[in-house]
């Protein structure tokens, strides 16, 4: 009686990730391929992947809301930019208005002095003679 002796560390089976293309091969379920003599019709293929489960659904439903979310701080942003601009051109003709009403006192203040300043001097030719 011959006895084979035992292997304590025998090699582990290489396990192919992506079989090797041969036309042996069927396509994969998901994939429908006519042959060469018929026309592909749309009603036999396949959906890609199947419709989404419920924990899917709300991953989906809460990208979908932070992308809203994004998409309105992005909005509110640019609104808040229009807003500063539109306040800054806002002050800027407030001072304008500010500094032309100035002026326009000033000259008023100039022009009532000359027209008091002439009545005194009629007065005065007047009353002195």
């Not at 009686?1 to 304590?8: A, D, K, L, N, S």
Request: charged fraction near 35%.
């Amino acid at each position: 009686m011959r006895m084979e002796p035992i292997r304590v560390l025998s090699p582990r089976p290489v396990l192919q990730t992506d079989p090797a293309p041969s036309k042996t091969l069927a396509p994969p379920r998901d994939e429908y391929r006519p042959s060469f003599d018929e026309q592909p019709d749309e009603r036999l293929q396949a959906s890609p992947r199947p419709p989404p489960g419920p924990r899917e659904k709300e991953a989906l439903e809460k990208e979908r809301e932070q992308q809203d979310r994004l998409a309105a701080e992005q909005i509110y942003a640019r609104m808040r930019a229009e807003r500063a601009l539109v306040q800054a051109r806002l002050a800027a003709l407030v001072q304008d208005l500010q500094t032309e009403i100035q002026r326009i006192f000033q000259e008023v203040l100039i022009r009532r002095r000359k027209v008091h300043d002439a009545i005194l001097a009629n007065w005065h030719k007047v009353l002195i003679g």
